[in-house]
């Protein structure tokens, strides 16, 4: 069974930084692009960046481009964004999604999201 | 890269269809054949439900159906049911290489 489990949320200054997790089971991580994508509680969706299956290519909306690092650690089977510079917008639950079948846009796996809340 | 245009909400009644659109511009729906639908309950974390515009996942209602005319992708559900209640979103990629999301659609079963 697929699994995604982030972790990492929580309350961060505005200016400061965060490091999100997302811990993958159930497939071959390595052979799969993935994502992290947030939503505004009560708002939107909004595709916040991804990262190639061998972590050499990576790419960021402009929302967070400069301010955001996406990475992977295939041994450990794990997603990882680095969030610095934080501002107020950023607050968000952040998912991590799996890239699905398709050729561009579609996410098969989605884990359950963890709440980052921006607020000094 | 500005989001999608999804209406904020339809509804309709069971054993209805409805259709929710979702129009984006020449450089993102318009061009490419990469556009996704998703479905989210509240509380829950978004479903895959349509990929590259009108592809089907594995264990996806045939009910669900979509296609794409110009800068305008359309999501259709058929023989609606209560458990369709919930919010959509379109997806498409871009010129630019990112991802877009539409601003989503309340689907309210009457």
């Known amino acids: 069974e697929v699994q995604l489990v982030e972790s990492g949320g929580g309350l961060g200054q505005p200016g400061g930084s965060l490091r999100l997790s997302c811990v993958a089971s159930g497939f071959t991580f390595s052979g799969y692009w993935m994502h992290w994508v947030r939503q505004v509680p009560g708002k939107g969706l909004e595709w916040v960046s991804g990262i190639e299956s061998d972590g050499s290519k990576a790419k960021y909306g402009d929302s967070v481009k400069g301010r955001f690092t996406i990475s992977r650690d295939n041994a450990k089977n794990t997603l990882y964004v680095q969030m610095n510079n934080l501002r107020a917008e950023d607050t968000a639950i952040y998912y991590c999604a799996r890239d699905g079948p398709g050729g561009a846009t579609d996410f098969d796996y989605w884990g359950q999201g963890t709440l980052v809340t921006v607020s000094s | 890269q500005s989001a999608l245009t999804q209406p904020a909400s339809v509804s309709g009644s069971p054993g209805q269809s409805i259709t929710i659109s979702c129009t984006g511009t020449?450089?993102?729906?318009?061009?490419?054949?990469?556009v996704s639908w998703y479905q989210q309950h509240p509380g829950k974390a978004p479903k895959l439900m349509i990929y590259d515009v009108s592809n089907r996942p594995s264990g996806v209602s045939n009910r669900f159906s979509a296609s794409k005319s110009g800068n305008t992708a359309s999501l259709t559900i058929s023989g609606l049911q209560a458990e369709d209640e919930a919010d959509y979103y379109c997806t498409s990629f871009t010129s630019s290489d990112t991802l877009v999301f539409g601003g989503g659609t309340k689907l309210t079963v009457l």
């Open positions: 020449s450089s993102d729906v318009g061009r490419y054949h990469y």
